[in-house]
Structures are given as structure tokens and as C-alpha cells.
């Protein structure tokens, strides 16, 4: 049975001034959803994501426009300045966000109550100072937390 599962990413401190969104679609044909513009601060991206059942039994796999990569490597995109359609930005940028780490007793949590979200933290700027960008280095994966 296919369930839909809460996620929530939080971008800590990301430099001001450069637009972060969450890509939808592939490729050329993809577009930046929840849009939104640094002004200091964290950022917060919602969505949602399909949970569905593994190629080995107990193993989860995800589904939906925003999930890339395959079975057993999904991940997310966060897009970043000129990827995220800001025409102005410095920075062309994309950060993966991997689609592991959840325990089967937090994905059963959030699928079974929409109060509950899966939440990551990921920091937000680079040693250059840029927005952070490439596969999250140090990724401490996904922990149910009230909606």
C-alpha cells in the first residue's frame, strides 16, 4: 500500500539575498517550488512524498515529481540562485538531499498521524561562504517532529 509521507527541510543560516527552492520534475523540464529568498535567518521547505514499498520486504522506497534518483539512491534537490530562477544570483547551485536515515518506526509515526513531519537540518552555508551546495556532507537524516 502506497502512504504519503510529511518532510520537512530545514536550510540553517544560509547566506542573504539568494533565492532556495525545492525542484520538481528532471533534467531541462523540471521547475523551483516554495520559493523562497534568504534574508538571514533558517528557511523551511513542506512537501510531501509517496512512501512505497521496497524491493526487499521491511526496505521503503519514495515516489513523486520531486524524488530523484533510483531505487535504493533517492534523494531531493534543493535549487540555489539562477537554478531557483533567480536571474541576478551569483550563485548557480544545487544541493542533494538524501532520501535515507529514517528508522521504520518514524516513517510508521508519520505516516499514520499528518500532525507528525519528517524533518532534516542541513547548514545552510559553504566554507566559501556561498549558499552549500553538492551531496550533504555530514547528513544526520530525518526525525519525526510535530507538524
Do not use: H
Amino acid at each position: 500500500m502506497q502512504q504519503t509521507l510529511n518532510l520537512r527541510i530545514v536550510l540553517l543560516n544560509p547566506p542573504a539575498g539568494v533565492d532556495f527552492g525545492v525542484q520538481k520534475g528532471r533534467g531541462g523540464a523540471y521547475e523551483t517550488i516554495a520559493k523562497q529568498r534568504s534574508i538571514g535567518g533558517d528557511l523551511a521547505f513542506e512537501f510531501t512524498v509517496d512512501l512505497k514499498p521496497g524491493s526487499l520486504p521491511g526496505e521503503p522506497d519514495f515516489a513523486g515529481p520531486i524524488v530523484q534518483g533510483p531505487r535504493g539512491a533517492r534523494f531531493l534537490y534543493l535549487d540555489i540562485g539562477t537554478y531557483a530562477g533567480q536571474v541576478d544570483s551569483l550563485w548557480s547551485r544545487r544541493l542533494k538531499v538524501p532520501l535515507r536515515g529514517f528508522t521504520k518506526v518514524a516513517l510508521d509515526r508519520c505516516a499514520a498521524n499528518p500532525a507528525t513531519v519528517l524533518e532534516t537540518r542541513i547548514p545552510g552555508t559553504a566554507r566559501d561562504g556561498g549558499p552549500t551546495c553538492g551531496s550533504v556532507k555530514t547528513f544526520v537524516g530525518w526525525v519525526p517532529v510535530p507538524k
